[in-house]
């Protein structure tokens, strides 16, 4: 079972920018993949996916601000994250695309945005 794991996550201001990473203990080139985040008192919500050919799909709350791609070669999955807001303040999980509550799930990533 492909494990994964976060980081990046930091306290940041409103306006800047971080860069998130997940690294797989196996190989992505198989699948879509997504970053999903956790704010406090809400369900896991898919923010970004990739699939296996490239092609990018974001959530509305975070199109034109958020970046993800993928370097198959290196079993990493990345999210660009610009202009953050605090209402991007949320734990931040990478897993394949679909992903339920029954998958396995890393720790995440942090972030906090703060006003």
């Known amino acids: 079972q492909v494990q994964f794991v976060e980081s990046g996550g930091g306290l940041v201001q409103a306006g800047g920018s971080l860069r998130l990473s997940c690294t797989a203990s196996g190989s992505l080139g198989l699948y879509a993949m997504g970053w999903y985040r956790q704010a406090p008192g809400k369900q896991r919500a898919l923010v970004a996916a990739?699939?296996?050919?490239?092609?990018?799909n974001y959530a509305d709350s975070v199109k034109g601000r958020f970046t993800i791609s993928r370097d198959n070669a290196k079993n990493t999955v990345y999210l660009q994250m610009n202009n953050l807001i605090p209402e991007d303040t949320a734990v931040y999980y990478c897993?394949?695309?679909?992903?339920?509550?029954?998958?396995?799930w890393g720790k995440g990533t942090l972030v906090t945005v703060s006003s």
């Open positions: 990739v699939t296996r050919s490239g092609i990018t």
């Open positions: 897993n394949k695309g679909g992903a339920t509550s029954g998958d396995y």
